[in-house]
């Protein structure tokens, strides 16, 4: 199915918004989606529980948030790679009649500034 997407990033005061088309699927409580933006391919996972993204290109990345968890951030470049462990402060997933709103808040867990990223996907 089609979804319309819209992905805010805000951090330090400033703000950055990838807005594109997806293809969903909702199914067991999960709204798995995938799309392409900048030459890369991402997959986007959202639960009431937690939200996890994946790309991949010339860099490739995968995050997990969930309230009050850490968890590593997987990042690499060719043969280059490593990890950093985030910290979400708060996240909170809402689904309404097949559109979901997801938002969370994260930082590196000591004491650094933090990223707000909101997610807004709606049926197309």
């Given at each position: 199915?089609?979804?319309?997407?819209?992905?805010?990033?805000?951090?330090?005061?400033?703000?950055?918004?990838?807005?594109?088309?997806?293809?969903?699927?909702?199914a067991d409580g999960v709204l798995s989606l995938e799309y392409s933006f900048?030459?890369?391919?991402?997959?986007?996972?959202i639960s009431e529980r937690a939200m996890e993204q994946a790309r991949t290109g010339d860099i490739n990345l995968q995050m997990s948030?969930?309230?009050?968890?850490?968890?590593?951030?997987?990042?690499?470049?060719?043969?280059?790679?490593?990890?950093?462990?985030?910290?979400?402060?708060?996240?909170?997933?809402v689904f309404e009649g097949g559109n979901c709103t997801a938002d969370c808040l994260f930082s590196d867990g000591e004491g650094g500034e933090s990223t707000r990223i909101s997610v807004a996907a709606r049926r197309a």
């Open positions: 199915m089609k979804y319309s997407l819209e992905i805010i990033q805000s951090v330090g005061g400033e703000q950055s918004i990838v807005a594109v088309d997806a293809e969903g699927v909702f900048d030459g890369a391919h991402y997959a986007l996972k948030f969930a309230a009050g968890e850490r968890t590593e951030c997987r990042i690499s470049e060719g043969q280059n790679g490593g990890s950093f462990t985030i910290y979400t402060e708060e996240y909170k997933a």
